[in-house]
């Protein structure tokens, strides 16, 4: 199991910017290297819903239709940190966006069957 604590999340302006950072450890975590991750959110009164992914390796990512070209999905595997760098933001972009990590090395990035999951961090964009 591997502990996820996410953080960047704030009150930002639309057409504004924030960057996420989610830091990765546990007494049983092996390698972050070893793990896709996700970045999901999740509105009031809504369902959560995928936002963006990323392989093991940080070489494929995938971006749901709504942010894609607007936000980037990046990590630092020496870090052990994933990153969601989020432009020109709008405010149906307000949501708890939530940190997840799959065990496994994929070719492509996964939407589903995350294993971990952080907190959260809030993100409130107003207009």
């Known amino acids: 199991q591997v502990q996820l604590v996410e953080s960047g999340g704030g009150l930002v302006q639309a057409g504004g910017t924030l960057r996420l950072s989610c830091a990765a450890s546990?007494?049983?975590?092996?390698?972050?290297?070893?793990?896709?991750m996700g970045w999901f959110r999740q509105a009031p009164g809504k369902e959560r819903e995928f936002v963006a992914a990323?392989?093991?390796?940080?070489?494929?990512?995938d971006y749901s239709d709504s942010v894609k070209g607007r936000f980037t999905i990046s990590r630092e595997n020496a870090k052990s940190t994933v990153y969601l760098q989020m432009n020109s933001l709008k405010p149906e972009d307000t949501a708890v966006y939530y940190c997840?990590?799959?065990?496994?090395?994929?070719?492509?990035?996964?939407?589903?069957?995350?294993?971990?999951w952080g907190r959260g961090t809030q993100v409130t964009v107003s207009s």
């Open positions: 546990g007494r049983t975590f092996s390698s972050f290297s070893s793990y896709g």
């Open positions: 997840a990590a799959k065990l496994g090395r994929r070719t492509v990035p996964a939407r589903i069957g995350y294993d971990s």
């Open positions: 990323i392989t093991s390796s940080g070489g494929s990512t």
